[in-house]
């Protein structure tokens, strides 16, 4: 866990990568994968179910995977809404170079994969607002980690934008929604399976 959630540029050779069928929102893509990133070997059973319960997205905007990993996320978004931009963030090389591997392989040229604290920056900068969130958060980085790397993206939806989170309910999903509502988020549950929390959130009331 230790290199999959925080070494910046962890080894890996091309000899580690791997083929990986899946089905995404509807979509059969291809993927490369590696030990070296967080679910290294399957799509883990906290993304299946964001990407089978969180809504249909908007035909455009600008949309963000928060922790990409390989990229199913963002692939999967890019595909359901082609005309939109998907900024795809992660503090792991690796799971940068994975996620821009996959998108190109499977012909997403909307994907943007970025390191995190670059991407945080810019969007700070250039005063992008994104109109969809979608995470599968790191939840063993620790709790007052997790909450300030949520919060720095979350005051970064559109005034209608709207985030999906998946946590399990076990890890602290039901104390993460009062948190976020705490802090003047609209947020709640929207469906509950296999000991998970889909969690969506609207920006902070005004």
Known sequence: MEQQYFTDQPAATEAELRRLHVSVRGFEVEMWVSDKVFSGSRLDLGTRQLLAEAPALPGSGTFLDLGCGWGPVAVAMALESPGATVWAVDVNTRALELTRRNAVHNETSNVVPMAADQALTRARAEGVRFDAIWSNPPVRIGKE???VMLTSW?????????????????????????????????????????????????????
């Open 154 to 206: 979350l005051d970064l939806l559109s005034d209608q934008g709207v985030a999906h989170l998946v946590v399990q309910r076990n890890m602290g999903a039901d104390s993460l929604t009062a948190w976020l509502c705490e802090r003047g988020y609209r947020a709640g549950k929207i469906a509950s399976k296999k000991g998970y929390r889909i969690i969506e959130v609207h920006p902070r009331s005004s």
């Open 145 to 147: 980690a997790m909450h």
